[in-house]
């Protein structure tokens, strides 16, 4: 079975730090763009950031300087590591991988074919 698993969520006060993994199975990360998303509570999900096969990184504008994306193909994970946290980055965070053809530094959301199903993460304090 293909899937993506999140794990590392948690509760954590503001201005610290949560590093999640994104692991697949059933296929092979090594030639996929991995994206990060996040979904607040009545809010639509938006992009965090994604990391291409060959290793460069792109952020968004909300959460650059403070998260980083890295992957390990020898793993078959994915990684987000947040630092600096805020309230406000309150929510559930996907993993999703995409094989197809994009333009831009990052895949748009419909153009990822494999997500994972979610870990929560909570700060406040």
């Known amino acids: 079975q293909l899937q993506l698993v999140e794990s590392g969520g948690g509760l954590v006060q503001p201005g610290g730090s949560l590093r999640l993994s994104c692991v697949a199975s059933?296929?092979?990360?090594?030639?996929?763009?991995i994206g990060w998303f996040r979904q607040a509570p009545g809010k639509e999900r938006e992009g965090v950031g994604c990391?291409?096969?060959?290793?460069?990184?792109y952020y968004s504008n909300s959460i650059k300087g403070r998260f980083t994306i890295s992957r390990d193909n020898s793993k078959n994970t994915a990684y987000l590591q947040m630092d600096s946290l805020k309230p406000e980055d309150t929510a559930v965070y996907y993993c999703?991988?995409?094989?197809?053809?994009?333009?831009?530094?990052?895949?748009?959301?419909?153009?990822?074919?494999?997500w994972g199903r979610g870990t929560q993460v909570t700060v406040s304090s």
């Open positions: 059933g296929f092979f990360l090594d030639s996929y763009t």
């Open positions: 990391i291409k096969h060959y290793g460069i990184s």
């Open positions: 999703a991988a995409n094989s197809v053809a994009f333009s831009g530094q990052c895949p748009r959301r419909n153009e990822y074919n494999k």
